[in-house]
């Protein structure tokens, strides 16, 4: 009996198995062909080497790399973009935290209502929510403004084009990410938890120190790796308004950048190779002597 109770539960594991690679698989075969796979052919690119008329040539170098971490210009912008990223993440958890606990403590019928107030920032496009940043932050904003009425300041805060502002745009964009993943974990936890924790003498600080805290932390962790890497992908909300002056540019700014005038230089070589036939041919006998000189 035990031997047939075994085998049933044997194929019944096989089975679940089974099903659950069905369910899994399609995902992952999608994740893997639309991000796996670029990802490894841009590595593989990264390997190459530039010849002498700035073409690529295939090579498995890391020169590449070398030259990247020794530029003061790319360490200083990948140092800022790493130090914005952490700020933004640790304050997304700071901010995020109580709120997403409220929200998955309510026994509210208003709960959906105040689920789509937290969402509702991510329905603003990135051009209006710049401008009311601007209309906040400005000179002459809102934030100067009152500060001047109440004479807390004699003269405007410089808050635009500064690392601040950059910093408070994206914890605005970045922040509800981190509350619906977190507000997930906690509706998990029983809350009967809580309230055995009340009953032994822990106060709400102890509480969520010593039971919410580590019960949640796989909501942490991945509420924290989810805002981080959208910070490290965030170029701020206009890169000419938060960025451009003082603090410089983040590394999606400097490849959006890049992406942006090799694109504007390849339409020129058409448009002018297709005025002028001959010129690639000039083009390409002056970069060879050059390089002969």
């Not at 080497?49 to 590449?64: D, F, I, T």
């Not at 689920?115 to 904003?141: D, E, Y």
């Not at 605005?172 to 055995?196: C, H, K, W, Y």
Request: net charge neutral; proline share 4%.
């Amino acid at each position: 009996m035990s031997a047939t109770l075994s085998e049933h539960e044997r194929r019944e594991a096989r089975e679940g198995l089974v099903t659950a690679g069905s369910l899994v698989g399609p995902a992952t075969i999608f994740v893997a062909a639309g991000l796996l796979v670029p990802i490894a052919i841009l590595f593989r690119y990264s390997l190459n080497e530039l010849g002498p008329y700035k073409q690529m040539v295939e090579a498995l170098s890391v020169a590449n790399y070398v030259r990247f971490f020794s530029d003061p210009y790319y360490t200083a912008v990948l140092a800022r973009t790493l130090r914005v990223a952490l700020t933004c993440m640790l304050a997304c958890l700071l901010l995020g935290f109580p709120l997403a606990y409220v929200l998955a403590r309510t026994q509210s019928r208003r709960k959906n209502w105040l689920v789509m107030l937290v969402v509702l920032p991510l329905f603003v496009g990135n051009a209006v929510r710049a401008a009311g940043w601007m209309a906040l932050f400005g000179s002459k904003g809102v934030v100067n403004s009152s500060l001047m009425q109440i004479g807390l300041i004699d003269a405007p805060l410089e808050i635009m084009y500064t690392e601040v502002a950059v910093t408070i745009g994206i914890i605005a964009v970045n922040l509800p990410f981190m509350v619906l993943t977190l507000q997930s974990v906690i509706e998990g936890i029983d809350r009967a938890v809580e309230e055995a924790a009340f009953s032994l003498g822990a106060n709400p600080y102890h509480m969520a120190r010593r039971v919410l805290l580590p019960l949640a932390l796989p909501g942490v962790l991945a509420g924290s790796i989810l805002t981080f890497i959208l910070a490290m992908n965030e170029s701020g909300f206009s890169p000419d308004a938060f960025v451009a002056r003082e603090v410089g540019y983040t590394i999606a700014d400097v490849l959006a950048k890049c992406l942006f005038g090799l694109l504007i230089f390849s339409i020129a070589r058409i448009k002018s190779s297709e005025d002028d036939p001959e010129f690639a041919k000039k083009e390409f006998r002056e970069e060879k002597e050059k390089i002969e000189a």
